[in-house]
Each structure stands twice: as C-alpha cells, then as structure tokens.
C-alpha cells in the first residue's frame, strides 16, 4: 500500500510512503513516479497525507494498476 503526502518543505515534489520499503520523494510533474529516490529526515510535522490520486498523472497509481491485472 502506498499513502501519498504534501509537504512544505518540499513544494515541488511529492512524498510516499510505501509499506514495507520506506519513504521516498519523487517530482511533482508527469511521470515523476519514475524519478522517485529514497527520502530521509522528514519531519512529521510538515507532512500532510493527501488522496493518492492526487497525483495520477505521476505514474504513481501504474504499480497498483498492474498489481489488480495480475491477481
């Protein structure tokens, strides 16, 4: 499972946190899923969780996608 958060520490990227594997951040433009990297020292305090498909158009929501054909 991935939730999706906003931060103002971090405006233009988006920030996951994805069971199992951590945090990361990834750019908030189309197809940024693609260029997430590992995310260290977040503060809690300026995050915000958010819908995850606020940021469809990333390529985030591919993953899960392709998980729900396979099952």
Known sequence: ???LYISK???????AHIEGSGWVVFPVRENGWADRRP???LDP???RQVP???A????????EREFAEVA
């Not at 469809?56 to 993953?63: H, M, R």
Request: charged letters at 15%; glycine letters at 8%; proline letters at 7%.
């Open 9 to 15: 520490l971090h405006p233009r990227q988006w920030v």
């Open 39 to 41: 995310a260290r020292g």
């Open 56 to 63: 469809a158009n990333t390529g985030i929501l591919q993953p």
């Open 52 to 54: 995850l498909d606020s």
């Open 45 to 47: 305090l300026h995050l």
């Open 1 to 3: 499972m991935i939730r």
